[in-house]
């Protein structure tokens, strides 16, 4: 019974933080502002509700959203498990900067990844380009903006690296001899996967698809500049009544259906993985990776790697290219004369046009970005770990089941309305942060917690409760275990959670733009400041600074792989 | 448990010292500077001289918050008009005059500049908004596709229908654009509420593209910039800052503007006090400064905008290549919040479905 007692107070200790962030940084601005939405509806709150249900608009859009992110969701599995699978069993050269370099993708804003889409099969698109010149075509062959197509090959590139990372790395530590001795009991290769490393990846991948399938549910850039005026996702919509026609009450329903579909696909989720988390005795690298010897797995490997490449890498190419071209040559249109290399864009990148006030250099920006970035990972980090400690030990308990649906609301939320609440909510002493730069590590946090918090409870979660009871009989306190056993082994998941943390607050753009003091803009909110001018120079700059983005991205990414070697986190 | 208490404690001390305010700038050495806040959209932008000469003349530090487009900026100035934390809202256009008129967030102000400035950019009598900047959502196209193919330019709306000119314009979406939204008003107030559709229905048959934002469709789609479309909704100044915002400013324009017939909308963007500021009286000095020509002459360069102060001088490349529209189009601020809903609905039925 003491027991008992001392572990409520444990939990309770171990949500206090956590829960005091939600609820003032989250659950406080979205009430206060649906509040006040629905306040503004003339016939009653009600009837924002009945008029929400009866237009045929808000079915459309909601069956739009859930199809196009089912479908996303798919495909980014097909492409991604392969590959998750390669990463976990292989060890090759420049394995590392691959994996740096398929991460990229999803730390982009969506202006990055429709500018790269658009340099490499839009209209004026390198491939159209070539296309036009080899066939003598007057205009583009490829239709690619506008369609579904292109929003789930975006929606692909964009998370199939949530897959790689979450999926990959979990399976490079499962003990490959169960599968193994499944083998030798006389099943065949594929019922050994199917019965047994199947079940066992199953939390990992169920993890890396609700974030997969919530990001698509969400999704608005992709949908809004490569989708087209014909597709819009719950997100748009909510966009479109806040902004252009003010019907806040609208709004304010639409983000609730988007909540309400948020925390139900969440509570299904740890119902289907209550069960899944088994504590396994996971391996090292040197146990569950190899060389790639044989011939198969050599042709496997490389097939695997260049579809990989040409989803993931090739439009950031492109961009990359598009960077370093002069974009109208010889005055006229690109299927005349052939582009020549320039570093006139990266150059303009150090000069301040006309003097203007929130002229920021590029140097500048990205110290902006990295602080940001930085505030955010200590930030998720210090919140997260006693959120997935409580998590990791008694995952079914109802009390942690509801708080992890909770974690995840802040995705399911829609940026503007967020945004809104923060300005209605956050307005008086000691929590008058309205124009305060501190909202931007603060949204930044709301958005990596969730994904903290993913990355650290599977490996917590995974400690066999027998080695820490021996450790406990043996006189170690509760302290030393969590520090002598705990730590160690976690120490990889953090700093993934960590990298992730950091390069989300990097790449974060829709909350951003809402929040930012002009006078300290980030990488993002800088490429969209040029991307909205006319101008060739401003373009090319654009196209500069989200290359910079994409290698300041790479960098972060590398530098994690190089710590994981420096040996924490090696089991 | 002592190392999760120090954990607690580390963790509330960085809550703690995340909530507290920015520490202020220590450069400024004049005794206590008042502090005026600015709420704008993310497109403002001035020269740093012109700034800091107001700041310097009335030792007053301005604070811009500009975040956001024009239409998420206003809709923050309206939710938190009970506690407004901004002195002065600038950036409203009259496509969204309504809307700000209506909440009632702006105070009345005479100013004095206000003589100086011609009536039709006064579009509320009380002057709650007081104009500063106009600027003209226009088609532009592509001289040399047009040069090449020995094709004469459309000259007007009605052009455009024409079998020649199919498969060449793109337009951005009205309820996601605001130069989208300005080239339905034009069609509005061109054909008049009852005839825009069939003209636009005209415009479907001969294969208009529609793309969500200016972005795409003058980066991508634009042939400008190697795309399919010679014809494009953009503004009435983009051909001019084509050639100075280029590499060698001195070359030819690329682009032009289409101005016959009422083919333009003109947007005017507005100024205005917030209730319930405490400054009142340096948020008139800075109204003032905005219609003074110092202000106006530096706003062209920065935002792509023109002057309502007529004594305002324009800069020379500015005015080379600029070409004026003849009599824009017109629709009332108040036919535009009335409508805006419906007008886009019909347009959505009839263009995208």
């Known amino acids: 019974m003491i027991l008992k007692n001392h572990k409520w107070v444990t939990y309770a200790l171990l949500w206090i933080l956590p829960l005091i962030f939600l609820l003032l940084f989250y659950f406080y601005p979205m009430s206060s502002i649906l509040k006040i939405s629905l306040e503004r509806s003339q016939r009653g709150w009600l009837n924002a509700f009945t008029e929400a249900f009866l237009s045929p608009t808000t079915w459309q859009v909601l069956t739009f959203t859930f199809w196009q992110a089912i479908l996303s969701t798919l495909l980014t599995l097909l492409i991604g498990l392969p590959g998750a699978y390669l990463f976990a069993h292989y060890d090759f050269r420049g394995k590392s900067l691959l994996q740096a370099l398929l991460s990229i993708p999803f730390l982009m804003p969506t202006l990055v990844v429709a500018a790269a889409f658009n340099s490499l099969v839009g209209p004026s698109g390198w491939l159209n380009i070539a296309i036009r010149q080899i066939f003598h075509l007057n205009s583009s062959p490829l239709q690619f903006n506008n369609t579904l197509v292109a929003i789930l090959v975006a929606h692909v590139f964009y998370n199939t690296a949530i897959v790689l990372r979450m999926v990959g790395d979990y399976w490079s530590h499962l003990d490959p001899h169960l599968g193994q001795a499944a083998q030798m009991l006389g099943a065949n290769r594929w019922q050994a996967i199917r019965r047994i490393i199947l079940p066992l990846l ?126 109208v040559p010889d005055r006229g249109q690109m299927n005349d004369t052939s582009s020549g290399f320039t570093l006139d864009y990266y150059r303009q990148l150090g000069t301040s046009h006309r003097e203007s006030i929130f002229y920021t250099s590029t140097t500048t920006a990205i110290g902006i970005s990295l602080g940001y970035a930085l505030a955010t990972t200590v930030l998720a980090l210090a919140l997260g770990f006693p959120a997935a400690l409580a998590l990791s030990r008694q995952a079914e308990s109802p009390i942690n ?86 730590l160690p082994l976690v120490g990889r998941a953090a700093l993934i959670a960590g990298a992730f943390a950091f390069t989300i607050s990097m790449g974060e753009f829709g909350a951003t733009v809402l929040i930012a003091r002009p006078e300290y803009p980030t990488i993002p909110v800088a490429i969209y400041r040029l991307l909205s001018r006319p101008g060739e120079l401003n373009y090319g700059q654009a196209l500069a600074l989200s290359t910079i983005l994409m290698l300041v991205s790479c960098i972060a990414m590398l530098l994690v792989d190089k710590f994981r070697v420096g040996g924490i986190g090696e089991f | 448990m002592k190392k999760e208490l120090i954990y607690f404690i580390l963790t509330v001390a ?63 100035a309206i939710l938190s008009k009970d506690n407004p934390f901004a002195d002065v809202f600038y950036g409203v256009d009259n496509t969204f ?72 314009l793109v337009v951005e979406n009205p309820a996601t654009s605001s130069p989208g939204l300005a080239f339905l008003l034009t069609t509005i107030g061109h054909f008049g509420a009852d005839k825009y559709l069939d003209f636009w229905r005209g415009l479907v048959a001969n294969n208009v593209l529609v793309v969500n934002d200016w972005e795409t469709a003058y980066r991508s789609n634009f042939t400008r910039w190697g795309g399919d479309h010679p014809i494009v909704v953009s503004y009435g100044s983009s051909p001019p800052f084509e050639v100075i915002e280029s590499d060698s400013p001195d070359t030819t324009p690329q682009t032009a503007v289409i101005t016959k017939d009422g083919s333009c909308f003109r947007q005017v963007e507005f100024v205005g006090v917030l209730k319930g500021t405490k400054n009142r009286d340096l948020a008139e000095k800075w109204i003032d400064f905005m219609l003074s020509t110092t202000f106006q002459e530096d706003m062209p360069l920065q935002m792509y905008v023109f002057p309502v102060n007529p004594n305002a001088k324009l800069d020379e490349t500015f005015q080379k290549y600029l070409t004026m529209p003849e009599n824009p189009t017109y629709v009332s601020p108040d036919d535009i919040a009335n409508n805006r809903e419906a007008w886009i609905n019909a347009w959505t039925e009839t263009v995208l479905r």
């Open chain 2, 97 to 168: 005059l309504s809307r700000a008129l209506n909440e009632g967030i702006f105070d009345p102000y005479n100013s004095p500049a206000l003589k100086d400035i011609p009536s039709q950019f006064k579009m509320d009598p009380q002057n709650r908004a007081l104009p500063v900047d106009w600027g003209d959502v226009c088609l532009n196209y592509d001289i040399k596709y047009f040069s090449d193919r020995n094709l004469q330019p459309p000259q007007n709306l009605e052009d455009l229908l024409k079998p020649e000119y199919k498969d060449l």
């Open chain 1, 401 to 486: 089941q509801g708080m992890d649906a909770l974690l995840m609301l802040p995705l399911g939320t829609s940026a503007v309305t967020l945004g809104l609440g923060f300005i209605v909510a956050l307005d008086k002493p000691p929590l008058n942060l309205r124009s305060s730069w501190l909202l931007i590590p603060l949204a930044h946090t709301l958005v990596a917690f969730p994904f903290v918090v993913r990355n650290l409870s599977p490996a917590l979660r995974s400690i066999q409760p027998r080695i820490r009871h021996a450790a406990a009989v043996l006189g170690a306190s509760p302290v030393s275990v969590i520090r002598y056993m705990d």
């Open chain 2, 14 to 76: 960085i809550i703690m010292t995340a909530c507290g305010q920015a520490p202020a700038s220590p450069t400024n050495l004049n005794p206590s500077p008042r502090k005026l806040m600015v709420m704008t959209h993310d497109s403002f932008l001035a020269s740093e001289s012109v700034i800091s000469s107001f700041e310097k003349a009335n030792n007053v530090k301005l604070q811009f918050i500009a975040s956001g487009d024009a239409g998420a900026a206003l809709n923050k």
């Open chain 1, 202 to 327: 199953s939390p990992a991948v169920a993890a890396a698809a609700l974030l997969v399938f919530i990001f698509d549910f969400t999704s608005f850039g992709v949908i809004l500049i490569l989708g087209g005026p014909r597709f819009a996702t719950l997100e748009v919509e909510i966009y479109y009544q806040t902004v252009s026609l003010f019907n806040l009450p609208m709004a304010a329903v639409l983000c609730l259906i988007q909540l309400g579909c948020t925390l139900a696909l969440t509570l299904i989720y740890s119902r289907l993985t209550k069960r899944m988390s088994i504590p396994l005795s996971l391996k090292s690298h040197r146990i569950t990776q190899h060389r790639l010897t044989t011939i198969r797995s050599k042709i496997m490997a490389g097939s695997l790697i260049a579809i990989l490449l040409t989803l993931l890498i090739l439009p950031l190419a492109a961009l990359a290219i598009r960077s370093v071209t002069r974009l």
